[in-house]
């Protein structure tokens, strides 16, 4: 999707862009061509989609405007309607509504230094909504929006080298000079030695630092474990959010629900899941 | 180059190059119509989370209960091993009605179906006649189904065994249609899953029963098997008179249309889901027909009554055939009452949000996102009209109703051909809309004046009664071309 405007500087107005446009933050061939990570300059905004079910009272969560203080943040409202109703008719009797709250959500991000774009989507079902928003932004992460009381620590759980150039644009993008310290957090697999993990995060701590952070606030930490998730949220307790990445879907997380979801429901504090590099949109829509 | 703004679009801009199509900033999988209409208003955008196997289950699953499991008997009787013509007939009606309602569902991928094509293109006292008759022709349906419904729980009791001292069909269908109403006021989950399932099991169900049956009865396995003569003694007068009848059968393509504002990509899924839908239940309802006239005689067809299927089944295959078709017939006439509640309460929806009735009746229920005024102004009359009991006068007039507006329906698309107005960009046009739409509309009213009396005497009252509603209390709402 091609935006016409030039990009601009300050904070959008909450609700009045009825584009459903891409990131003004974004530069401008990021649209055209496949973005490949390294060529993003260090300053870009992460894009972070932060979905709430507005209408069942879920608000912003505290320490979510600390946390994404320097992101670029996709506030999606949603509401799930049973098949039965049109959504037309949820939107014509609760829109108006829903809506204000979420300019009100935006408006706090965008006190601390946030930019915010506002969605309201009214679906059947919840996953079609995020995906296609995921998609359409190009979204670098999905907060799971609960709550933590501050935000001084945060754990980034490293599972290899896939994707791990997506990991690094994010915790430098939400971190780089503020005073948030950074653990980056591995759980060796079969085979693996403690030097190739730590050869593992110590590159991931170079990327970083040479994207802006401050060497002394990033921390490394190696474990060995059976059961990552349970590592993952019981680590996670010790810091105030958990950034992980994204599973494939299989029969294991079809049962069991995503490894992200479970750290969770465990962690009980915000998780941002690092998405998957998505095939270029453009193309899709190019007929 | 600015991207024209797409909620101004439709209506207030005179500006033809503005027009619903143009060029929209493309999405991904974006479909244009889909992109005007959930485009952001301000208050937020629709998630589009059906499509094309949900339209087809919708359509066949809403479709499929009546002409098999409940009409083979009634129409047997009448009109002997011709009632596959009569079905044939209805299945032709249907499908020059199907074209010309996917041309116009695609230019207005709107909650609502026939109601809003109307209201919109022909205007406000012909979209009262028809908003206010869809809500009671569904309603009349879905009373029409349960009372089939409530004749095979009743013969669950049979099959078992154990003796009721009167036919349950009536109290049975009148429980079915209490319970539906409460399950879909607290927000059934997954419904269109489960709809999905049940079509699939339905169809290899019938699918494998016909196989069996055709075979036997083109004399594969034996016994040859007296054909009866094709026509009726009345010659095809009979036929006709059930074509009218049967054609209750055909009602559930247009319930796609009624969900058009769910389905995604609508300008190639709509036509696809209401086309397919007719064909595939036309050529089922021909050969169930088929199959059931060869086993029995019609006469004696006729005395089995609305489950004369199950006694087909046991014909050939015995017991377990029985049961098959008992459970089949449970699921089908289950299905289409649910599908006909849901739509009826989209009906009430429809003209409630175009002030026709008090906006009050389309409440949603925060809690469980149901329209709760809305279900029991369907749920309500539907109980009391099953009470009735009437099948073939509450199939009637529920065919009735549809049919003035399937008519009207073609009549809006002539209509709209001619006036060609800004906002009339269909991605979709029927191949010679004009003929088609005018035999469908010619079509539709003639199989009207093959119905009983009473159907026609109950059906015009309700016109009348929705026509003197409107004067009394909308006559001053403007619909044309309002959207």
Redesign the interface.
Known sequence: MTDPRTPTDGGQPPTGDEQPATDDKQPATDDEQPPAGDEQPQTDRPTVLVPLEVLEGESLPAGTTELLANAHVVLLGYHVLPEQTATEQAREQFGETAMSKLGEFAGALEAVGATAETRLVFTHDKQTTVDRLIYEYDCLAVLVPNSAERVESVLVAVRGTVGVDRIARLVAGLFAGTEIAVTLYHVLGEGETDEDAETLLNGVRADLVERGMDADAVEILIEETETPVDAISGRGEAHDAVIMGETDPSVTTFVFGMPAEQVAERFLGPVLVVQRERPEATDASAE | ???P???AAPDADPDPDAGVTADS??????DPIADVVD?????????R??GLTGGLAIGIGTMIGAGIFVFPGLAAENAGPAASLSFAIGAVVALLVALPTSELATAMP??GGGYFFISRGLGTAPGAIVGLGLWLGLVFASAFYLVGLGSYAGQVFLEAGIALPVNPAVPLGVAFGVGLTVL?LF??????SLQNAIVVVLLIILTLFLSYGGLDALGVFGAERTPERFFPPGGLLPVLQTAALVFTSYLGFAQVAT?A??IKEPSRNLPLAMVASVLVVGVFYVATIFVATSAFGSARLGEFGETAMVEVAREFVGFPGAIAIVVAGLLATFSSANASI?SA??AV?AVS?DDLIPTAA???N?Q????HVALGLAGGPIVVLAATGQVELLAEVASFLHLVMYGLICVALIQLRREQPDWYAPSFRCPAGLAVAGAGALASFALIAFMQPASIGVGAAVMIASYGWYRYYAADVELKGDF
């Open positions: 180059m600015d991207a703004d797409p909620s900033p493309p999405a991904p999988g974006s485009a952001d208003t301000g208050e937020g955008e629709l998630e989370t059906i709107r909650s879909s927000g059934t989950e997954n419904t269109a969900v504002g769910d849901l309460s989209r929806y949000r389309s409440r949603l925060l469980y996102g149901t329209p």
